[in-house]
């Protein structure tokens, strides 16, 4: 993504003093204030997306404000399918 002239900005990376096991105020207000300098928000969905406890906060949010997220499902080649059911089933 980088290579196409993209910033990216991912939590883990750029703001590692924040835990990701504990939800607090101060993670949401940052999380808020990154989302906020944001175009776009690109959720990668993997096998242990369903685990996140912020995930589900973050698109709707993000939604919300910029009404600009997009969806990338990633998946082991063995179980790929050619349809994405997603969450909502």
């Given amino acids: 993504m980088e290579e196409l002239g993209y910033s990216i900005y991912i939590d883990w990376i750029n703001d590692r003093q924040m835990s990701r096991n504990q939800v ?45 997220v997009e969806i990338l499902p990633i998946t082991d080649t063995a179980q790929a399918t050619d349809t994405y059911q997603g969450q909502d089933k």
């Avoid at 101060?26 to 944001?38: D, G, H, I, S, V």
């Avoid at 096998?47 to 406890?53: E, M, P, Q």
């Fill in 24 to 68: 607090s105020k101060e993670t949401a207000n940052t999380l808020r204030k990154r989302m906020r300098q944001c175009g776009s928000l690109l959720y990668a969905v993997s096998a242990s997306s369903i685990n996140s406890k912020w995930m589900p906060w973050e698109l709707g949010y993000f939604d919300e404000i910029k009404n600009k």
